[in-house]
């Protein structure tokens, strides 16, 4: 295995629909109790200790977590919580289940079990589901590079007690892995994923599973006149840039013959070009290829998945550098499909990269497209990094985005892509500008700029990840980068196949 792709052993998953026995009980090392706000006397009495357990909840308030310990001869420790009564969305369940995975890791425990009695079936299965995908989360070791590797007990299997059925997880565990797999590469220090390393990588995912792998470099994208991708790369030190194709074709193909297209961007380290960040905005310019990592790993989960459709997955791989030979404010250049840009700001770099991959992907007529970015910072601005902000070139697309995000808990808001913006990015010198000479809704102007690239006949949903990276953690995931768009994107494509054809009709005159 590539020495950047994470290598970390999955828990093992057990289920045991009949419900948890003093025995099994006793080989655990910790225990998660979550119960209904208003548990019913019949859900105290399945857990062990029950009694004393439910006379400690009473001392303490609704929405605490509880913590002790089990009398025996192991010293199970218990974690037990009551979902809070206002907690009915899934992102709100999810919040819920991290806190609880996030308390029962505490100790490093080699072996979990789950137990949620007094819920109905439904809603033990969803939240049951949550706290693996919280599990599988916190559970999930970012890369390091110290002297030695630290000493550290592994989560080796979960458990899932008294579900009264056996539950279809294969989809919660390929979206958990594609998940963290988003994190592990976002994570990863500029100096040791570059444009090479990626690429290394990448083709060894590709040999796994099935992908054909073509990269055009900086001599191809010039003689396809990819003029808004060089215009980025042209700063950097090595000449090692270009736009990586991953193509999945599935055993059976069903219809529609035309692919699906993710894009990308995969800015290496962005330092602004010449003009230059601040030091304090360019610590975590690393992770500005998050949605590269994100439409990598959304690739890899429709792999495993066998999803029945051809994929596409186009990442712009490049850095952002400043020096004697990158572009400067008012340079002009030409994007492959004969589009010319004025250039206002170097560090408006992630709208140029895409693009010519826009482009390149449009080619190919894909049914439906969807770029991944951290794009502005006026998104972030607007949402905070709690929400990510959708654009789409078909209205119901960007409705089924949000349904999507509400559904699967990566919480998304679609903004307005009226015409008249397109006022704001006027040029005198070519057929458009960059970006506007100020921010004020920088992040609609993206979008705005990035349709034109986009052909009529693809439906296309454009992602800005303002939720890509979040100090505090978001949901079920801990602080750090946080993979978001990969299950959002699932939940798009999987949900509902038949609703999405619909969705993706175009719109009658």
Not at 5 to 10: M, R, S, T, V
Not at 128 to 149: I, S
Not at 236 to 255: E, F, H, K, V
Not at 323 to 341: E, F, K
């Amino acid at each position: 295995m590539h020495a950047l792709l994470p290598n970390q052993d999955e828990p093992r998953l057990v289920q045991r629909p009949q419900g948890a026995t003093r025995q099994t009980v006793d080989g655990l090392d910790q225990l998660i109790v979550a119960l209904p706000p208003a548990p019913p006397a019949d859900a105290w009495r399945q857990l062990p200790g029950g009694a004393a357990l439910q006379a400690a909840a009473r001392r303490q308030q609704k929405d605490a977590v509880l913590r002790g310990r089990l009398s025996n001869a192991r010293g199970t420790g218990i974690t037990l919580a009551r979902l809070p009564a206002d907690a009915r969305c899934a992102f709100a369940r999810q919040q819920f289940a991290g806190r609880l995975a996030a308390a029962a890791l505490d100790e490093r425990p080699a072996s979990i079990g789950l137990l949620l009695p007094g819920f109905s079936a439904d809603r033990a299965a969803a939240l049951a589901q949550d706290l693996l995908l919280a599990l599988l989360a916190q559970a999930f070791r970012l890369p390091a590079f110290p002297g030695k590797p630290p000493r550290q007990r592994r989560l080796r299997s979960i458990r899932l007690f008294g579900l009264g059925q056996r539950l279809s997880l294969d989809a919660t565990l390929v979206g958990a892995r594609a998940q963290n797999l988003a994190r592990w590469l976002t994570a990863l220090p500029a100096n040791e994923l570059t444009v090479g390393s990626y690429r290394e990588l990448a083709a060894e995912l590709a040999e796994q599973h099935g992908w054909r792998c073509r990269f055009l470099d900086e001599k191809r994208l010039r003689k396809l006149g990819a003029g808004a991708f060089l215009a980025v790369s042209q700063g950097n030190a090595q000449r090692d840039a270009g736009i990586l194709r991953l193509s999945y074709r599935p055993a059976r193909r069903a219809a529609p013959a035309q692919p699906l297209a993710l894009i990308g961007k995969g800015i290496l380290f962005d330092t602004g070009g010449n003009n230059l960040k601040p030091h304090k905005s360019m610590l975590d310019m690393h992770e500005d290829m998050a949605g590269s990592a994100v439409a990598l790993a959304t690739l890899q989960a429709l792999s495993e998945l066998e999803y029945p459709h051809a994929v596409d997955c186009w990442l712009a791989l490049s850095e952002n550098r400043a020096s004697a030979t990158a572009c400067r404010p008012r340079d002009v250049i030409r994007a492959c499909n004969g589009t010319t840009i004025e250039i206002i700001h170097t560090d408006a770099e992630g709208r140029l990269v895409l693009a010519d991959t826009l482009a390149l992907a449009g080619r190919e007529g894909p049914a439906l497209m969807l770029d991944y970015a951290t794009l502005t910072g006026a998104c972030v601005h607007a949402l905070t990094e709690r929400y990510s902000g959708v654009f789409s070139n078909r209205p119901a697309l960007a409705e089924w985005l949000l349904a999507s995000g509400r559904r699967c808990g990566e919480r998304v808001w679609s903004f307005p892509m009226d015409a008249d913006y397109d006022d704001d990015i006027k040029s005198r010198i070519a057929d458009v500008k960059q970006c506007s000479e100020n921010a004020s809704g920088d992040h609609i102007l993206a979008a705005r700029f990035l349709q034109r690239f986009v052909p009529r006949s693809s439906a296309w949903a454009h992602v800005d990840l303002s939720a890509a990276s979040r100090k505090d953690g978001l949901g079920h995931v801990p602080g750090g980068p946080t993979g978001f768009g990969v299950r959002l994107s699932l939940a798009c494509l999987l949900d509902d196949p038949a609703a999405l054809a619909q969705v993706l009709q175009p719109a009658r005159a």
